[in-house]
């Protein structure tokens, strides 16, 4: 008996080996075997990129460890380049052993080892040094060439200060209002104009005082340096504890009273009053410069005169000789108290006519001169004229 066909069932030329299950199974196997063909080129890619980076990093450590080894030989640890020879030139009182100390300079150092820029910083934080330039210079040397600042005053928080370089409280001021404290005081300190009454804030070495008061001082010695009055009016103390001026006193002990503003037109002001002095022979006291007009001025009572006595034979000196007996036996010594002899020739008094008060009924006074008195002759000399008579 012939099978009936199945519907369902494929010809057999058509149909597929595999069923849809098997086919299942093999598309999973296909996935897994391309997925680790992917994981073991991947893995690779990585070790051949970590290898290259192991490689680079090798090759750069040697060359760096090569070239280190080269310059240590050849540069940093060579004898040669020792550091031996530290030449440092000032225009101050710095000295050599303070500025080696501060910028960490000592012989035996390797000359590529000193950082140049870390010796400038060092020197440049000394409260003297105003600028600093320091030079490498093959094999063996450093030259560093200091400016220090010029102190143009001293200044203190105190109202008084006897001697300045005895006081621990006065210290030195530039012209930019930098404090200093040196260890060498040279003598023309002792000359320079002293600020007082300043406050104590801002006084310490290095730093810059930065109160008003002080700047105004500080622009008032300016002025007085430049201007063409500055051998006439030298100042020697400026007073800054009453806070509304500034009390200047100069070589000649006259004080005079500034504002803080408009300094230069007071120096004018000033320039005009000492002008009238000189001409005028008098010697200014004080001066109050804070009045614009009808400025007080006082000045000083004037010494007591010299007065030259007149003798009426003038007494020989040593050298010259008498010209007769009778006035050398006349003449004193010099030295026979001459004060006394003069207080006795200006103690002399003067006859002063004093004039009668008019009234009605009585005759004017006259001021005409009354008669010479007569000289009557001795009795002894009549006689004698009279007996020469006779005979």
């Known amino acids: 008996m012939k099978e009936k066909p199945n519907k369902h069932q494929q010809p057999t030329g058509n149909r597929r080996l595999s069923t849809l299950r098997q086919r299942r199974q093999q598309h ?35 060359i760096y460890f090569g070239v280190r080894a080269g310059l240590d030989r050849f540069f940093f640890k060579n004898p040669e380049y020792c550091l031996s020879t530290m030449a440092v030139r000032t225009d101050g009182t710095l000295q050599r052993d303070q500025i080696l100390k501060t910028a960490e300079l000592r012989e035996g150092l390797n000359i590529f080892s000193v950082n140049l820029a870390q010796v400038h910083d ?5 409260a003297q040094v105003d600028d600093v330039q320091v030079e ?14 010029k102190p143009i005053a001293w200044i203190t928080s105190e109202r008084t200060v006897a001697d300045p ?16 404290k040196e260890k060498k005081l040279l003598p023309e300190y ?9 406050s104590d804030d801002a006084l310490a070495p290095g730093k810059t005082v930065d109160s008003f ?8 010695l300016r002025l007085a340096t430049t201007s063409f009055m500055q051998t006439r009016f030298q100042i020697r103390e400026i007073d800054l504890s009453k806070g509304y001026c500034l009390v200047v006193t100069d070589k000649n002990h006259t004080q005079v009273m500034f504002g803080f503003d408009a300094l230069e037109e007071q120096m004018q002001r000033l320039e005009q009053f000492l002008v009238y002095s000189d001409d005028s022979h008098q010697q200014i006291e004080t001066v ?5 007009r009808n400025t007080p001025v006082t000045f000083a009572k004037p010494d007591s005169e010299i007065i030259q006595e007149i003798e009426p034979e003038s007494v020989p000196t040593p050298n010259e000789k008498p010209e007769t007996k009778a006035s050398a036996k006349e003449t004193r010594p010099v030295s026979a108290e001459p004060e006394i002899r003069k207080a006795k ?3 002399t008094p003067m006859p002063i006519r004093k004039a009668l008060p008019y009234s009605p009924g009585v005759q004017k006074f006259h001021s005409s001169p009354s008669p010479a008195p007569v000289r009557r002759a001795h009795p002894l000399q009549r006689f004698n004229k009279e007996g020469n008579g006779d005979g």
Do not use: W, Y
Not at 213 to 220: G, I, P, R, S, T
């Open 28 to 62: 999973l196997l296909d996935v897994k075997v391309r997925a680790r063909r992917a994981s073991h080129h991947r893995n690779r890619r990585v070790l051949v990129a970590v290898s290259k980076v192991v490689l680079v990093i090798g090759l750069i450590a040697a």
């Open 288 to 292: 109050n410069l804070l009045v614009a």
């Open 136 to 149: 490498r210079k093959m094999p063996n040397e450093i030259d560093i060439r200091i400016v220090e600042r």
């Open 122 to 126: 060092r020197v440049q934080q000394l």
């Open 213 to 220: 008061e002080a700047k105004a001082a500080l622009e008032l």
């Open 165 to 180: 370089f005895a006081s621990d409280a006065a210290f030195l001021l530039d012209a930019r209002g930098i404090v200093m």
């Open 190 to 198: 002792l000359a320079l104009p002293l600020i007082t009454g300043c």
């Open 345 to 347: 020739a200006v103690s």
